[in-house]
C-alpha cells in the first residue's frame, strides 16, 4: 500500500469521526436524524461544506496567502468564504420552507453558535497539517540541496580541472599554485562546514563566489571575459548557504566556450536589506540541453525560495535569443 492511498485513507476516517461526533455528544442530533429529513439535509450540508471548507484552506489559501505572508488577502478570502457558506443555508432554507424543523432555523446567532466553532476548528486542523507538510517539504529540500552539494564538491569533470591546472602551475613553478590550491581548499571546506548551518554571513557566501570563480577562471581562455562586482555594504545581512551558486554554476557551465567569445557578468548588491544578485551570461547553441538542465536547476532554487522567503522575493529571467540574464531581489 503507497503513501498516497495510506493519506486518502486516513483522510477518510478523520473525516467520518469528526462527522459523527456531534451524534456521540448531543443524542437528539441522532433523534431528529431519523425522524427529519429536513435536519439529515442541514446536517448533511453543513458537513460537506466543512470538508469543502479544509480542502479550500489547505490546498488554496494557505499556501497561496498565508505563507506568502499576504495576510489582507488570505483574511478576506476567508470572510467572503465564511459568508458564503451562511449565505448558501440562508437561500436553501428558502426552499424548505415549512419543512425546516423547530430548532434549526437558519440564523446568524446559530451560525456564528454552532457552525462558525466547528469551521474554526477545521481551519485550526488545516493550519496544522498544512505546517506539518511544509516542515517536511523543508526537510527534503534540505537534504536535497545536501545531497547537490556533496555532488558538487565531489563533480569529477571540475576537480580534474582544476587539479590539472595546478598540476601544469606546478611544474612550472608558477607563483599561482599556491593560491589555487588554497582556494581550492577553502572552496572544499566552505561546502562540509556550511552546508549544514540554516545561515552564513554574506561575507562567507561572496568569499566562496570569489574562490569559485577564481577556481573556474583557471580554464577559461581568452574568449570568455568574466566580470564580478560586490556594491554596498555586505557584512552585516546573512543569508541561507549556497543560495546564490546555482545560477552562478549555471553561467559557467553554459556560457563559455573556447572557440566563441563570451562574457559573465555576476554583480552582488546589497540596497539597505535587500540583496539583489544579477547574473548575465552569453548563450551558447546549445539550446535544447541548456533549457532542460536549467528549468531542473531553477526550479530547484524556486523551492527553496518560496519556503525560506516567501513572498520576500522576486525573480526574473530574461532567456533571449543570445543571452541568459537572472535578476533576484530578496528581503533578508
Known sequence: ?????????????????????????????????????????????????????????????????????????FISVHIVFIFGVFGLIIFTSFFLGPCIPSGIEPSLSRFVGMILPRHILVFIFSLLMALNDRLKAIDVQKTNTELQLLRAQINPHFLFNVLNTIYGQAIIKSDHTADSIEKLADLMRYSLKEADVPKVSLEKEIGYIESYIALQSLRLTEKTKVKFQIKGVVNNLQIPPMLLMPFIENAFKYGVSNELTTTINIVVEVEGKQLILLVENTKLNDRENIETSNQIGINNVKKRLDLIYGSRYSLAINDGATNYSVLLKISI
Do not use: D
Open 1 to 73: 500500500m503507497n503513501r498516497r492511498t495510506i493519506k486518502i485513507g486516513l483522510h477518510v476516517v478523520i473525516w467520518i469521526l469528526f462527522l459523527i461526533l456531534p451524534i456521540l455528544i448531543f443524542p437528539n442530533v441522532l433523534e431528529r436524524w431519523n425522524a427529519e429529513s429536513c435536519h439529515r439535509f442541514y446536517y448533511s450540508l453543513v458537513g460537506l461544506l466543512l470538508v469543502l471548507f479544509y480542502y479550500f484552506n489547505y490546498y488554496f489559501a494557505l499556501p497561496r496567502y498565508y505563507f506568502k505572508q499576504k495576510y489582507f488577502i
